[in-house]
């Protein structure tokens, strides 16, 4: 069988990729996979260091001239995703995955791949080893146990990793950087409110903000859509100032949701 990644480029990245694909790496047995990356820093005359979660850490100076650099780590999880095809013989504990080249794709032998997120320490380890590249003191960040609770990155301890700026290298498109992610967090605000009578014979007013073009929380917060809650509390403050009262206030209907609809209540202040 001809060799998958003869001549794929970058050399490097795609030599430690077929290294690391020897490894057995599924999700909580990252012990050789860690022990390797430890050992490749080792080799390469870089400072390394695990934590007891076997979260490993190699730091790499500036070369010539960019010594004043801000500091970058770049973070990917040493753990795969293992799963194969029903008629394959594989185990995952002890057998190397086994590289198919199609063309230009790049394929397992009856098993997942594990270029998510292999392809992150692959790129690592080279860059780790190349002595040619310009660039910044860096850091590289291997977690373990991505794939089935994050055990890694959550138990990260604060100071193992120096830099201010880390890149992740575990996306979907190639060529694609993200700046930000949508997350989404549930706060229940309860407060006492004082409440009195309103004034007889008067009218309440309803105002009532809709017709707006709402959108996903995460998605469409960028585009300066109006949120009817913030609308309507902006008019009810400023009625306030002149002596409004509020009787009711409603708004929203999704947590992810923009807000395209709220109305309140209001009536005049008491005598
Ligand atoms: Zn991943």
Excluded at 100 to 112: D, E, F, Q, S, Y
Excluded at 241 to 253: F, H, K, Q, T, Y
Aim: charged share 25%.
């Amino acid at each position: 069988m001809s060799n998958p990644i003869e001549g794929l480029k970058p050399e490097g990245v795609w030599k430690y990729f077929a290294e690391i694909s020897k490894i057995p790496r599924g999700s909580k047995n990252e012990k050789q996979i860690a022990a390797y990356v430890m050992r490749k820093a080792k080799e390469f005359g870089l400072e390394a260091k695990q934590d007891k979660f076997m979260t490993v850490l190699v730091r790499k100076p500036a070369s010539p001239g960019y010594e004043n650099r801000p500091m970058i780590c770049l973070q990917g999880h040493l753990d795969m995703v293992c799963e194969k095809n029903k008629d394959k013989v594989h185990d995952f504990e002890k057998d190397p995955i086994e590289l198919v080249r199609n063309g230009n794709i790049m394929m397992a032998n009856g098993t997942t791949l594990g270029a998510d997120n292999g392809i992150a320490v692959a790129t690592n380890l080279a860059i780790m080893e190349d002595k040619s590249l310009a660039h910044g003191p860096l850091e590289f960040l291997f977690t373990i146990d991505e794939e089935t609770g994050l055990t890694g990155a959550s138990n990260l301890k604060a100071g193992f990793v120096q830099s201010k700026t880390l890149m992740n290298l575990d996306s979907e498109e190639e060529g694609e950087l993200y700046v930000g992610c949508s997350g989404g967090r549930n706060t229940t605000g309860t407060w006492k409110v004082a409440f009195e009578n309103a004034p007889g014979k008067t009218t309440c007013t309803v105002i009532r903000v809709k017709g707006l073009k709402g959108g996903h929380s995460g998605l469409e917060i960028d585009k300066g859509r109006g949120n009817s809650i913030k609308i309507l509390n902006r008019v009810l403050l400023a009625l306030s100032d002149l002596g409004g009262r509020l009787a009711n206030i409603e708004g929203g209907n999704k947590s992810n949701a923009i807000p395209r609809e709220a109305e309140a209540l209001v009536s005049p202040q008491p005598n």
